[in-house]
């Protein structure tokens, strides 16, 4: 594989609202409030090019500020630019960061942002993401689900409707198409079982697969019924996966991980339990070449 082939760099591991979460003062936020250390950003990726110095953002999250500087230490180029945002759907975690590129702080030309059908219409229709459009600080690129957007002749990106609590927009995960390699990430969804295609096949069919942990198990939420809430817990997804070869469990990488998941905590045993059955778990700074 060649030095310069692009790759995928992991900005952020944290549900939409980071970690440790606004007004959450219990133990397994104390350790993060106390510790800067511990603090995780909000789930995200970018891809790098370092052919023609091309970065892509996957979700603009709140974060977005300090992910992007993370992204200019890690591929840096003369005058910061940033290629295109790929939207997965209208969570707060995974599009206000948009604001960021807006005439009060970055004032950006024309980022082009990827978006489905109903999520252009969001950001067109609504203040204040309307004023980004008119401003012209971003611009709208159309993706439909399962046609791919060639950004290069070594790039593609793939979106596909994904089964998800779809108030305001669509939801998607995307497959990332490089030169040698491929991957999935579907930070969020509905249980695997909702949806229309096997994630089994899938995680055969690429390299890596970054996938929807936001709960680690049943009960991880006192006083409230989490039968409510569709993501897929780690758990299941590992007995799920059960019948994959060692190959295909270590495509997986679980990320988006609530505040309460014990995923965050390095050396718990929930992470030790993933990492023994042949899983990973993703983490600030990772990356994934493609």
Avoid at 9 to 22: K, S
Avoid at 154 to 166: E, G, Q, S, W
Avoid at 221 to 244: N, Q, T, W
Avoid at 256 to 281: D, I, K, M, Y
Wanted: a negative charge.
């Amino acid at each position: 594989m060649a030095d310069d082939s692009p790759y995928i760099v992991v900005l952020g591991v944290a549900q939409d609202a980071g970690y440790p979460q606004t007004n959450c003062y219990q133990s397994h936020c104390m350790r993060a409030w106390q510790d800067p250390d511990l603090k995780r950003l909000t789930s995200s990726i970018a891809v790098v090019d370092d052919e023609g110095m091309r970065k892509y953002l996957f979700d603009a999250t709140p974060d977005m500020r300090e992910q992007l500087f993370r992204l200019h230490e890690m591929a840096p180029d003369p005058e910061f630019t940033l290629d295109g945002v790929f939207l997965t759907h209208g969570h707060i975690g995974h599009y206000t960061g948009l604001m960021h590129l807006g005439h009060e702080a970055s004032n950006t030309n024309n980022v082009p942002v990827y978006a489905m059908p109903r999520m252009r219409s969001y950001l067109s229709d609504n203040g204040p993401w309307s004023q980004l459009v008119n401003y012209q600080n971003i611009r709208l690129v159309s993706l439909e689900d399962g046609e791919g957007a060639r950004l290069s002749d070594r790039l593609t990106v793939t979106p596909m409707l994904v089964p998800h609590r779809d108030e305001y927009t669509e939801t998607v995960g995307y497959r990332i198409e490089g030169p040698n390699k491929s991957a999935l990430f579907i930070p969020d969804i509905d249980k695997w079982g909702d949806w229309k295609m096997d994630i089994r096949d899938l995680i055969r069919s690429v390299d890596y697969a970054l996938l929807d942990a936001t709960f680690f198990a049943d009960g991880e939420l006192p006083g409230r019924d989490m039968s409510a809430i569709k993501h897929p817990y780690v758990a299941e997804s590992m007995r799920l996966f059960d019948d994959l070869s060692d190959t295909e469990k270590s495509r997986v990488v679980f990320i988006h991980f609530n505040h309460t998941n014990p995923l965050l905590v390095e050396g718990s045993p929930q992470q030790e339990e993933v990492e023994a059955r042949g899983f990973r778990v993703a983490r600030p700074g990772m990356k994934l070449p493609l």
